[in-house]
């Protein structure tokens, strides 16, 4: 009875967080490239599962773009899961690095995780990176959660120094165009992040709900279980038509 209880005032929680959020529509048109690899990829019988952490050439797209625009490696075959969008890497990633009663940290982007958090019977705690001396942290802070915007020099000598001591871990959201600095190039910090993404936002795939989950192999194979017991596997011709997209 407690833990009917406990969803229960979970998903109240979750009225309050989503309340407002305005409706996602899809941004550019679809290349026509992507449309006539769908088109050879329905005509080949891709219509069944895919193998449950993504195809192997996309799995193998993502890693290489990653270390092409970041500079962090991870290995496409153990540690690439493509997921349903960034959303559901969001998701899948906090619901097993976190516990009921931990904290996730983040310095912007809160409305992404926050629900997500709240089913987790954690609590998402949005703080001013500016604000890192007036910051009380406390042992039950686990996961730091970092937009792209985020990772700046301030932020790598102060928060990420901060999470490397205290073995938090890193969930990291890149983007489209990349650059700049990535907690998984750090040594102290490689086998403790994350990095989460959607693959054709702005090119008209966003409804098509592709993203990737790239992960250290010691949490990849418990990250992908979670991801197939949500959705088995991202749609077969949503994978190939991203594939076609990443490799123009």
């Known amino acids: 009875m407690a833990l009917a209880v406990s969803l229960a005032e979970r998903a109240l929680r979750l009225v309050s967080t989503v309340e407002g959020s305005e409706e996602e529509g899809d941004f550019g048109a679809i290349d026509s ?36 625009t970041y500079g962090v490696h991870y290995d496409p075959k153990t ?13 899948v990633a906090i619901q097993q690095l976190l516990a009921d009663g931990d904290v996730l940290l ?6 992404r995780v926050a629900a997500a958090v709240s089913l987790r019977g954690a609590t998402c705690r949005e703080v001013d990176a500016s604000s890192y001396d ?10 730091l959660y970092l937009t792209p ?46 990095s989460v993404g959607g693959v054709g936002e702005d090119h008209g795939l966003k409804s098509w709900r592709v993203g990737y989950l790239a992960s250290p192999n010691m949490r990849a194979g418990e990250l992908r279980s ?23």
């Open 226 to 248: 979670f991801k197939q017991a949500l959705t088995i596997c991202t749609t077969n011709l949503s994978q190939w038509a991203a594939l076609a997209l990443m490799e123009e």
């Open 106 to 111: 983040c310095l912007s982007g809160r409305e």
């Open 134 to 143: 007036e910051v009380l942290v406390d042992d039950r802070v686990k996961v």
């Open 79 to 91: 540690s690439v899961t493509i997921t349903c969008g960034a959303t559901e890497a969001r998701f």
């Open 149 to 194: 915007e985020d990772v700046t020099p301030d932020v790598s000598d102060t928060w990420l120094e901060r999470a490397g001591r205290e073995g938090w871990w890193l969930i990291v959201e890149t983007d489209e165009v990349g650059g700049g600095v990535h907690p998984g190039t750090e040594p102290r910090l490689t086998d403790r992040t994350v």
């Open 33 to 68: 490239k992507v449309r006539l690899a769908v088109i050879a990829a329905l005509e080949r019988g891709e219509t069944h599962y895919t193998d449950r952490p993504g195809i192997l050439p996309l799995r193998q797209q993502v890693a290489s773009s990653l270390e092409r």
